[in-house]
């Protein structure tokens, strides 16, 4: 039965409800020979038509998309439907030149806060797989390292992570896993982020830019780019960091914005924030499903940690851009 597996993949729910010892979960039969299909109950807080769950923040898009924060979401009911799906998850990230440093604390706060009790890919793009720290995996969740060739410029290896995703979704993401999360590497989870986040096509609030105006944007603001966004449009600042959703939407997403980023390059123009500015076009184009609060991507270090955020979950790592950038 689903909802009462043991061990690392599904792990005890406190709030599920045993069927009657004896009845077991298929049908028992009465003696009319009706069939009276037993399942197993869930018990959890009414949610109130009347009773909003946060007062606070905006927690749905004009296009009816959650936005998630802390206290929207009950994670053993979406957990408990989640595993009915019985499908494996797949984290992409980059780990370029010097880069490889952060995979270590990357790895392992995800081990701990990551999709926990689901199977998960990890697929890790590097230049220098010999490099890739071994760090002690969770039953159900394996890491794959995938070669790449590494650019020279930094802004050539941020852009080319569109590229290389797109590539590799109908190389082997279509056949592995069903959703995708792309993540920043130079990250430590440091509080629960799982299945909540999933859903067909999904972004993360910038979090220098979550209560900013859309004129105040860092969007791409020269009609000759294709990422181009007049100071009139806009709905969200998404951040480049965290993305994700169903393989087929991340790789329609990452090869449009590959092309995107050819073209700008064949008129010889090049976006203000590269992949970023491409990402927040598409995504005004095409609205996510699901979009991350803050409380997805922050820096503590730069941003404090203010009332709004009951949780931080996925924040940046400290670095010296220029140190960890250069050769
Ligand atoms: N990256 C990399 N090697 C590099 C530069 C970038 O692997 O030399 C990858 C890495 O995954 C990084 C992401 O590209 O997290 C985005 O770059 P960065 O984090 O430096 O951008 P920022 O978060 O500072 O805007
Ligand atoms: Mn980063």
Request: positive net charge; charged residues 25%; hydrophobic residues 40%.
């Amino acid at each position: 039965m689903v909802f009462l597996g043991t061990g690392v993949l599904s792990p005890r729910i406190p709030m599920l409800e045993a069927t009657p010892e004896g009845e077991g979960s298929k049908a028992a039969r009465k003696p009319t020979g009706l069939q009276v299909v037993k399942s197993p109950r869930m018990l959890y807080p009414q949610p109130k038509a009347l009773t909003p769950s946060r007062k606070d923040v905006l927690d749905l898009t004009p296009w009816l998309a959650p936005i998630v924060w802390e206290g929207t979401f009950n994670i053993d009911i979406l957990n408990e439907q989640f595993r009915l799906q019985n499908v494996t998850v797949g984290l992409t990230v980059f780990a370029i030149k010097k880069y490889v440093a952060f995979l270590k604390l990357f790895l392992e706060s995800a081990e701990e806060h990551f999709m926990v009790g689901h199977r998960v890919n990890y697929y890790i793009f590097t230049d220098r797989p010999a490099q890739v720290p071994r760090v002690p995996l969770r039953e159900g969740r394996r890491l794959v390292v995938l070669e790449v060739p590494a650019a020279a410029r930094w802004q050539d290896v941020s852009m080319r992570c569109m590229e290389m995703i797109s590539d590799f979704c109908a190389r082997r993401f279509l056949k592995e896993v069903a959703f995708l999360v792309c993540a920043d590497v130079d990250m430590r989870f440091r509080d629960h982020v799982g299945v909540e986040i999933l859903s067909p096509l999904f972004g993360t609030l910038h979090p220098g830019f979550y209560k900013a105006a859309r004129e105040a944007f860092t969007y791409e603001r020269r009609p000759q780019s294709q990422a181009y966004i007049p100071p009139d449009q806009g709905d969200f600042y998404y951040m480049g960091a965290l993305f994700g959703g169903s393989v087929s939407e991340v790789h329609r997403l990452t090869t449009a914005c590959h092309q995107a980023m050819m073209a700008d390059r064949a008129n010889a123009i090049e976006a203000v924030w590269h992949d970023e500015s491409h990402l927040n076009r598409y995504l005004l184009d095409h609205k996510p499903t699901k979009v991350l609060s803050p409380e997805y991507l922050w820096d503590e270090q730069l941003l404090g940690w203010p009332g709004v955020l009951k949780k931080l979950r996925f924040v940046a790592v400290p670095k010296n851009h220029q140190e960890i950038r250069s050769r």
